[in-house]
């Protein structure tokens, strides 16, 4: 079974910077494409980010692009999210997920998801 860790939250200023890591476990996740979901009390769960297992395709919501960077080192069997100039509205707990499929869709979804990691807590102050 597949274990993806996320790793990296914590509490940040407004227009500060993290970096969230995915690291798999028992698999690896170069065939695959790894999105990034996440949630805040009360709402439903979004799609961040996604990026195709070759690279070739990333996804951002629009509320991210320009601010946050998807990556990934097959060689580490990792995928990061670079998050700057974060925002309160960015506070929530974020997943990572690794896709059905080796390219991203359209929209990440929840549907395409195969594995979900443990998330972590990603909270902005203003």
């Known amino acids: 079974q597949v274990q993806l860790v996320e790793s990296g939250g914590g509490l940040v200023q407004f227009g500060g910077s993290l970096t969230l890591s995915c690291a798999a476990s028992?698999?690896?996740?170069?065939?695959?494409?790894i999105s990034w979901f996440r949630q805040a009390p009360g709402k439903e769960r979004e799609g961040v980010s996604c990026?195709?297992?070759?690279?070739?395709?990333?996804y951002y919501v629009n509320s991210v692009k320009g601010r946050f960077t998807i990556s990934r080192d097959n060689a580490k069997n990792t995928v990061y999210l670079q998050m700057n100039s974060l925002k309160p509205e960015d506070t929530a707990v974020y997943y990572c997920?690794?896709?059905?499929?080796?390219?991203?869709?359209?929209?990440?979804?929840?549907?395409?998801?195969?594995?979900w990691g443990q998330g972590t807590q990603v909270t902005v102050s203003s």
């Open positions: 997920a690794m896709d059905f499929f080796s390219v991203c869709p359209s929209t990440p979804t929840p549907r395409a998801i195969n594995s």
């Open positions: 028992r698999f690896t996740l170069d065939h695959w494409a």
């Open positions: 990026i195709s297992s070759s690279h070739g395709t990333i």
